[in-house]
C-alpha cells in the first residue's frame, strides 16, 4: 500500500506536448513514469514535460529516474524536459551535475515552445541562479 507522499502524476496535452503534473516525493518511483511514458509513445517523435510544481521532494534516486527517464524517450527519439523546479530541486540537479542534461522552463508555455523551432523561448538560466546563490559551478573544478 502506498504512503500519501507517493509519487502521483495527472498526464495531459497542450499543443501535441505530453505534460506530467507530478505530486507528492519522486524516489522510488521508476516504475509508474516508466508506465506512464511507455503509454505515450506511438506516432512520431515523443515530446515530453516534466512538470515538478507539485513535487514536495526529489531525492538522488528520484534524480536516477529522471535521468532514466530521459534516456528512454531519447532512446525513442524523443526529448524530455524539466518544469517549475523548486530552489531544491534545483540544488539536487546542480549537485549530480544534472544540470547540463536538462532544459528547465520556470513556465509552461515555453517549455511547450521549445519543442517549435520558430518560437521564441525563454530558457530557465540555472547558470546565473548557481552563481546567484554563490554555488561552484563546474567551471570553478577546471
Same mark, same amino acid.
Given at each position: 500500500?502506498?504512503? &500519501?507522499?507517493?509519487?502521483?502524476f495527472t498526464?495531459?496535452?497542450k499543443?501535441?506536448?505530453? =505534460?506530467? !503534473?507530478?505530486? %507528492?516525493r519522486? #524516489?522510488?518511483s521508476e516504475?509508474?513514469?516508466r508506465?506512464? =511514458?511507455?503509454? $505515450?509513445?506511438g #506516432? #512520431?517523435?515523443?515530446? /515530453?514535460v516534466?512538470?515538478?510544481? %507539485?513535487? &514536495? +521532494?526529489i531525492?538522488?534516486? #528520484?534524480? %536516477?529516474k529522471?535521468?532514466?527517464c530521459?534516456?528512454? /524517450? ?6 524530455? *524536459?524539466?518544469l517549475n ?5 534545483l540544488n539536487?540537479?546542480?549537485?549530480? *551535475? ?7 522552463f520556470s513556465? +509552461?508555455? @515555453?517549455a511547450?515552445?521549445s519543442?517549435?523551432? !520558430? ?6 538560466? =540555472?547558470? +546565473?541562479?548557481?552563481? @546567484?546563490? %554563490? $554555488?561552484?559551478? &563546474?567551471? &570553478?573544478? *577546471?
Amino acid at each position: 500500500m502506498q504512503g &500519501s507522499m507517493d509519487l502521483t502524476f495527472t498526464i495531459r496535452q497542450k499543443e501535441g506536448i505530453w =505534460i506530467l !503534473d507530478l505530486r %507528492g516525493r519522486l #524516489g522510488d518511483s521508476e516504475a509508474i513514469l516508466r508506465r506512464a =511514458i511507455l503509454t $505515450m509513445t506511438g #506516432g #512520431g517523435p515523443l515530446r /515530453v514535460v516534466l512538470n515538478f510544481a %507539485g513535487l &514536495s +521532494e526529489i531525492d538522488a534516486d #528520484g534524480l %536516477g529516474k529522471v535521468v532514466f527517464c530521459h534516456a528512454h /524517450v531519447v532512446r525513442l527519439n524523443g526529448s524530455l *524536459k524539466l518544469l517549475n523546479l523548486s530552489p531544491s530541486h534545483l540544488n539536487a540537479m546542480v549537485a549530480a *551535475k544534472l544540470h547540463t542534461v536538462f532544459e528547465v522552463f520556470s513556465d +509552461e508555455q @515555453d517549455a511547450v515552445n521549445s519543442f517549435f523551432p !520558430d518560437r521564441p523561448v525563454r530558457r530557465y538560466d =540555472i547558470l +546565473e541562479w548557481i552563481q @546567484d546563490r %554563490g $554555488m561552484p559551478t &563546474s567551471d &570553478s573544478f *577546471k
